[in-house]
């Protein structure tokens, strides 16, 4: 399973940016895709997941701000993150977990999301 992050930049305060993650591989139907990020000498956290029924899950820190969807058919999640603000600079990097026999947890390459004026 590869995961392949895009979308992310430099905005300023305030601005928005789109986040996307195409899963490519063998993945089970029954899944959870999901945004984590991992700022400067922090420890990576939980941004928003979705599971493939489409039930959400947000960081306190971005309700209201970010919102996550996902297309099953083409095994994609977006981040659509709005009213940016510099403590949301982070490497943001996608994940997609599921269980079977075992749990399976994959992750992205990760993509540098900065918050600047």
């Known amino acids: 399973v590869q995961l392949q992050a895009s979308g992310g930049g430099l905005v300023q305060p305030g601005g928005s940016l789109r986040l996307s993650c195409a899963a490519s591989g063998s993945i089970f139907s029954t899944n959870t895709m999901g945004w984590y990020r991992q700022a400067p000498g922090k420890q990576r956290e939980l941004v928003a997941d979705?599971?493939?029924?489409?039930?959400?899950n947000y960081a306190d820190s971005v309700k209201g701000r970010f919102t996550i969807s996902r297309d099953n058919a083409k095994n994609t999640v977006h981040l659509q993150m709005n009213s940016l603000k510099p403590e949301d600079t982070a490497v943001y990097y996608c994940?997609?977990?599921?269980?079977?026999?075992?749990?399976?947890?994959?992750w992205g390459q990760g993509t540098l999301v900065t918050v600047s004026s």
């Open positions: 979705i599971t493939s029924f489409g039930i959400t």
């Open positions: 994940n997609v977990r599921y269980i079977t026999y075992k749990l399976w947890n994959y």
